[in-house]
């Protein structure tokens, strides 16, 4: 689907931002891309998105190549959601907001209506349709982000540090709206994230990058297994993933504290410790 | 020993009192003097991309005389006045610490601490401003937006950009305001001021200001 090859970014002579990246993104895939701050997280999305054209290599979209080509003709296929919604909020309700890409694209306005009520289902902002999007919550408005995202009809969908400075509620509905589309839509995820527990409950491909390479690519449970530098990587290891490597050595972590606690109950009652 | 933001101030205004005194071929070359002092104060790629907008502007103006009248020495000669005085900002802008900017305007010229400091915030704005605006360009992008076609269909288009950067620019005002009262500006209480003297170059810079004025003014009225 994305094919990254040997690409090489530069901001300034001699700085490079991304350094002989290449990657390989399947459809279907729930990729957490993470990494310290400056390590070329976000540009490496951004030169996905067209957003940003490679010093050297190349992106491949579908096989056809991101070169020369603008953000907007790739909008139909890769969706991208910004850190701040309110950069991008222009209508006056929320189901117009979600409308002006599909119209921008000329879309029949027939179809864009369906599109719109399909977004806002899926994301669950149906009821809000016809609110002021900028009296929505932090968490409603990245919602609405990705919602004026899906109404493109995107196959993969990448979203920078969109869960940062929510509260747990907030940040659950964004991913479980995120979760619902990867199982249920086959929309491909390229999540950007600080949280290591979202990448291990969420993510099923972690993708560390260190000073513009790929240092990791694999599965969370490997990254968080306690062989890996994550301190080196700006990385630490979910709580989880630290009380699964100590009581079950050797062992892939569970996605989250309900699982574990799952496993160790069956462990137990496996070693008739437990009725 | 370098000047203050005093002397710098200064400066400016008696280089747009010269773009008016002095005759064209000594404008043309404070304007190389003012670009090359630019680029060695700060060589960067927005020094390079501000002087083009200046020069996009003179050049408009440049056109605008020509197509309404047939002096075409009026229309170069305003011109190369208006670089000049917009390249002396630009220097200034390029040396000085807005902060120094904000006390010199209070300290020397007593200018109320209020608008020296909404004169200087509006500065600070710009570079704020200009992210925002390449951010929400980018924002749009991505859902579609694309400023090709007609120009009235380009205009219409661009309000996917300017709504959010105007809407963005009232709340960032806002959050200004509200942390400027917060720390407590306005009040009436005696603010204290961390003085910039004047030195010796600064004397004698301003002398060298004064007497450039005063031949400008003999040369252009003798």
């Known amino acids: 689907m994305i094919n990254v090859e040997q690409v090489d970014f530069c901001y300034k002579r001699n700085q490079k931002a991304l350094n002989q990246v290449s990657l390989t993104i399947a459809p279907g895939e729930f990729i957490a891309l993470v990494g310290r701050n400056g390590s070329g997280k976000t540009t490496l999305s951004r030169v996905m998105m067209a957003l940003l054209q490679p010093t050297a290599g190349?992106?491949?979209?579908?096989?056809?190549?991101?070169?020369?080509?603008?953000?907007?003709?790739?909008?139909?296929?890769?969706?991208?959601?910004?850190?701040?919604?309110?950069?991008?909020?222009?209508?006056?309700?929320?189901?117009?907001?979600?409308?002006?890409?599909?119209?921008?694209?000329g879309v029949a306005p027939e179809e864009v209506k369906r599109r719109v009520h399909r977004a806002l289902e899926l994301t669950g902002l149906a009821e809000l349709a016809d609110a002021y999007p900028r009296t929505l919550s932090y968490g409603q408005k990245r919602r609405l982000a990705v919602a004026a995202a899906l109404a493109l009809k995107p196959r993969v969908l990448i979203l920078d540090e969109i869960t940062g400075g929510q509260d747990a509620i907030e940040k659950e509905a964004v991913l479980s709206v995120l979760k619902r589309?990867?199982?249920?839509?086959?929309?491909?995820?390229?999540?950007?994230?600080?949280?290591?527990?979202?990448?291990?409950?969420?993510?099923?491909?972690?993708?560390?990058?260190?000073?513009?390479?790929?240092?990791?690519?694999?599965?969370?449970?490997a990254l968080f297994a306690g062989s890996h530098p994550l301190a080196e990587w700006g990385l630490s290891c979910p709580a989880v993933a630290a009380v699964a490597g100590a009581l079950l050595p050797g062992e892939a972590a569970p996605a989250d504290a309900a699982a574990l606690c799952q496993v160790l109950i069956e462990k137990m009652r496996r070693n008739g410790s437990c009725n | 020993m370098q000047l203050t933001a005093f002397s710098k101030i200064v400066a400016t205004m008696a280089?747009?009192?010269?773009?008016?005194?002095?005759?064209?071929?000594?404008?043309?070359?404070?304007?190389?003097?003012?670009?090359?002092?630019?680029?060695?104060?700060?060589?960067?790629?927005?020094?390079?991309?501000?002087?083009?907008?200046?020069?996009?502007?003179?050049?408009?103006?440049?056109?605008?005389?020509?197509?309404?009248?047939?002096?075409?020495?009026?229309?170069?000669?305003?011109?190369?006045?208006?670089?000049?005085m917009t390249t002396s900002f630009l220097c200034m802008f390029a040396t000085t610490r807005i902060q120094d900017i904000t006390q010199a305007l209070v300290e020397k010229f007593r200018l109320p601490r209020e608008y020296a400091f909404m004169l200087t915030a509006?500065?600070?704005?710009?570079?704020?401003?200009?992210?925002?605006?390449?951010?929400?360009?980018?924002?749009?992008?991505?859902?579609?937006?694309?400023?090709?076609?007609?120009?009235?269909?380009?205009?219409?288009?661009?309000?996917?950009v300017v709504k959010p950067l105007v809407l963005r620019a009232i709340v960032r005002s806002e959050t200004l305001a509200l942390s400027l009262e917060l720390k407590g500006f306005g009040g009436q209480a005696h603010q204290t001021l961390v003085l910039q003297p004047l030195h010796v170059a600064d004397y004698a810079f301003l002398l060298l200001l004064t007497l450039v004025t005063a031949g400008g003014a003999v040369l252009r009225f003798a």
């Open chain 2, 122 to 160: 509006a500065l600070r704005f710009i570079p704020d401003f200009l992210a925002d605006s390449k951010a929400t360009l980018d924002a749009q992008s991505c859902r579609g937006y694309s400023n090709s076609g007609n120009p009235i269909r380009r205009c219409l288009a661009c309000l996917a």
């Open chain 2, 15 to 84: 280089v747009t009192l010269w773009a008016f005194l002095l005759p064209a071929p000594v404008l043309a070359g404070l304007l190389l003097l003012e670009v090359l002092m630019l680029f060695s104060a700060k060589p960067e790629r927005s020094s390079a991309l501000a002087l083009a907008s200046l020069l996009l502007f003179a050049g408009l103006m440049v056109g605008l005389q020509l197509l309404f009248s047939d002096d075409v020495v009026t229309a170069f000669l305003g011109g190369l006045r208006m670089m000049v």
């Open chain 1, 181 to 221: 589309l990867n199982e249920e839509q086959g929309v491909t995820i390229i999540l950007i994230t600080h949280d290591m527990s979202t990448v291990l409950r969420y993510a099923g491909r972690a993708i560390v990058m260190a000073q513009g390479s790929v240092a990791f690519d694999g599965a969370p449970q």
């Open chain 1, 58 to 105: 190349r992106v491949l979209v579908d096989g056809e190549s991101l070169k020369g080509k603008k953000p907007s003709d790739v909008a139909g296929t890769v969706g991208y959601v910004f850190q701040n919604p309110d950069l991008q909020i222009l209508a006056e309700t929320v189901a117009e907001e979600v409308a002006y890409g599909p119209a921008a694209k």
